[in-house]
């Protein structure tokens, strides 16, 4: 199989400006060069355009890796129209014939003027976003489609997302415009630990409170959560059914999932996805190329890289929403943690692994977390981590891997850090470009 030209051009997004690579710049671009190499592994293999690899190539040496991505609602009629252009992209790389190339060069122009009439692209463009990606669609949603943004660029792509996502709501008791003409803007947003049957059956109990809501658009479908925007004159009948909702699981001998009020920003937040899940939402035949390729994959250096609290990403996960900041004394729960070989075999996988407060002996229990979400402070005696509050997280415990929720997580950090004035006062410092990130060998 030939992998070299695969592996140079996935290798090019990442080179520095001297145009070598260093141990720092390919440790700090993992998420980046996993999600290139997928994507020039499925255009070796003919799923793809050789165009498209480029471009995203192009775009990732562009940003130098900052960006994140963004799931867009979009219409069916809109991700269709996105797909026949990839496969006339196709079809040009592999036709040889002037004629026939003219045909279908004629063909994408008709098809490209469909799409930028439509396109979130030409729109952002209009606002003074001038650099951004629509990636390859490879996953099987039909409503829609992944954006990659440059970091620099986020606050000019979520005022449009915000207008768009209205455009595109599709309303509960209320269509959330009206909600917001009706409160005169007072409402507030939830996040719900459901979707699917038991949204529908919540919002059957939300008719009969009498509540003004509006349940907004999912942005990231299969996660088992769903937004829902309160009126605030109805916030005490959502409370009670709060406290309805948590006793009927409780009856039910199950956990009941965590309700928390979000912002705006933190719900447009929930729309994005990191490399790994972009790949993973991949359809089956996808995941197949890309298992392929990992058969003959040579391990790469394992540097671990930890990011200081004054980086520009300790700054984003302070401000969202949909996670909470927990401190990790280094010398109590990192350097003196109890080691196992799972704990071993996960940090050498590149997470975070340190001892849960509270836990000792043959109960001691380890936090998994992604290096990317745990931050270096206080001078290297403390660590901060970022756990979700709408999902699980990955717990070691008795030799096996398991998930626990996020209170079952929290209400371990909440009993430490309650009176600790660091925690208290910790406050996102000015992004400090050139000393965010420093090597780590803890992780």
């Known amino acids: 199989m030939d992998t070299d030209r695969e592996f140079e051009h996935m290798m090019m997004s990442v080179r520095n400006s001297s145009g070598s690579i260093t141990q720092m710049v390919y440790a700090a671009n993992m998420l980046q060069i996993k999600l290139v190499q997928f994507v020039a592994r499925l255009a070796y293999k003919g799923y793809l355009s050789v165009k498209s690899r480029d471009d995203l190539a192009a775009f990732a040496k562009l940003s130098e890796g900052k960006y994140t991505i963004y799931s867009v609602p979009v219409s069916t009629e809109h991700v269709n129209d996105l797909k026949q252009l ?47 990606c629509v990636l390859p669609k490879v996953d099987g949603e039909s409503g829609t489609i992944q954006i990659a943004v440059m970091n620099k660029d986020d606050q000019i792509f979520k005022s449009w997302f915000a207008s768009h996502i209205r455009v595109q709501m599709a309303g509960g008791k209320k269509e959330i415009t009206d909600l ?56 005490n009948k959502f409370e009670i059914w709060i406290k309805m909702y948590r006793e009927d699981m409780i009856k039910q001998d199950k956990q009941p999932g965590n309700i928390y009020e979000m912002d705006n920003e933190s719900y447009m937040d929930t729309a994005a ?69 799972v ?45 979700p509050k709408n999902k699980p997280s990955m717990v070691a415990e008795n030799g096996n891997v398991k998930t626990a929720s996020y209170e079952n997580i929290h209400k371990q950090y909440e009993n430490v850090t309650r009176n600790m004035t660091y925690v208290k006062n910790l406050k996102p410092k000015a992004p400090n470009v050139n000393n965010s990130k420093i090597l780590n060998p803890k992780v």
């Open 86 to 132: 990839e496969a006339l992209k196709l079809e040009l790389q592999n036709v040889s014939e002037k004629s026939e190339k003219k045909r279908i060069q004629n063909d994408i122009s008709i098809l490209k003027a469909r799409i930028d009439a439509d396109s979130p692209v030409e729109q952002l463009k209009g606002k003074g976003l001038k650099q951004c």
């Open 180 to 235: 917001k003409n009706f409160t005169e803007g007072n409402y507030t947003i939830f996040n719900l630990p459901f979707e699917g049957k038991e949204l529908e059956d919540a919002c059957r109990d939300f008719n009969t409170l009498k509540m003004n809501y509006s349940i907004l658009p999912d942005l990231k479908v299969g996660n088992d959560n769903s937004q829902i925007a309160v009126a605030n004159a109805d916030r």
């Open 273 to 341: 996805i990191n490399e790994d899940e972009y790949i993973d939402n991949a359809s089956l035949e996808y995941q197949k190329v890309n298992s392929e390729f990992k058969q003959h994959e040579v391990p790469g250096p394992k540097v671990n890289v930890m990011q200081k609290d004054d980086s520009e990403e300790f700054a984003r996960l302070k401000k969202d929403g949909n996670y909470e900041m927990v401190t990790i004394n280094r010398e109590t729960l990192v350097d003196n943690m109890a080691f196992t070989s």
């Open 343 to 387: 704990s071993k075999k996960m940090r050498e996988k590149g997470y975070f692994v340190s001892r849960i407060p509270g836990t000792y002996g043959k109960n001691e229990k380890h936090l998994i977390l992604p290096a990317e979400n745990v931050f270096v402070a206080d001078e290297g005696r403390t660590y901060v981590g970022f756990i």
